[in-house]
């Protein structure tokens, strides 16, 4: 089955910084790469999503790439905010799979001021 | 934040007591799962359903049980079977079971075992 690996575990950045996540997968098949935040407590809401047949998509400071030959897809927020400090996953589906969305072990972010 | 809804927020419950965990949604959604998540973990997948009446076994379904007798309603049970139950619950729902639907999440519950 799909295996996903995120790293780093943790990552500290300073604000106005950039911060990059990285995930590889394991399931060729897969075709669904979401993003999702989780800040403290509170449920997890996606933020981004790569879909197999692109290879980067953009949303204002956040950029997900995704490089279907080598397996891995990564996270990029530009300009870091305090506000972005939070918990984040990254999450790999494949096509005919119920919806199953398997979920790396994420990233806490933390942006100083 | 509405659309999908857990009950309760906090959930107590004493070794060997099963306990029911409410999820809800009015999406409109045909799929919904139900995830654990341990401190400094990711989400796994307990179990899953596509469509009413019906479910799957997700990657740690043992000590867990499901029911899907509605559309909007998808209720866990923790059993007594399941040796290490405190975490935090998630559901979430999805418009397709296809492969490539967003699943929006439920504020979670937190169930700790005294």
């Known amino acids: 089955g799909e295996n996903v690996e995120q790293h780093p575990s943790t990552l500290s950045v300073q604000e106005g910084d950039s911060a990059v996540i990285k995930c590889t997968y394991s399931?060729?098949?897969?075709?669904?790469f979401p993003w999702y935040k989780q800040e403290l407590g509170k449920r997890p809401q996606l933020i981004i999503d790569?879909?197999?047949?692109?290879g980067e998509k953009k949303d204002q400071r956040i950029a997900v790439t995704l490089n279907k030959t080598a397996k891995h897809f990564s996270l990029h927020i530009t300009e870091t905010q305090p506000e972005d400090s939070a918990v984040y996953f990254c999450a790999a589906m494949g096509f005919n799979q119920g919806g199953k969305l398997i979920f790396g072990q994420g990233t806490e972010l933390s942006v100083k001021p | 934040d509405g659309g999908i809804t857990q009950s309760p927020k906090y959930l107590f419950r004493k070794e060997g007591q099963n306990v029911t965990l409410s999820c809800e949604q009015n999406l409109n959604h045909d799929a919904m799962y139900w995830y654990r998540q341990d401190p400094g973990q990711g989400l796994r997948l307990i179990y899953y359903s596509q469509i009413v009446n019906d479910f799957q076994k997700g990657d740690i379904a043992e000590g867990y049980s499901v029911s899907r007798e509605k559309k909007e309603s998808f209720p866990l049970t923790v059993t007594s079977a399941q040796k290490n139950p405190t975490a935090f619950y998630l559901c979430?729902?999805?418009?397709?079971?296809?492969?490539?639907?967003?699943?929006?999440f439920g504020p979670g519950t937190r169930l700790t075992v005294l």
């Open positions: 979430a729902s999805s418009t397709t079971s296809g492969g490539d639907g967003e699943q929006f």
């Open positions: 790569i879909r197999s047949n692109v």
């Open positions: 399931d060729s098949a897969s075709n669904y």
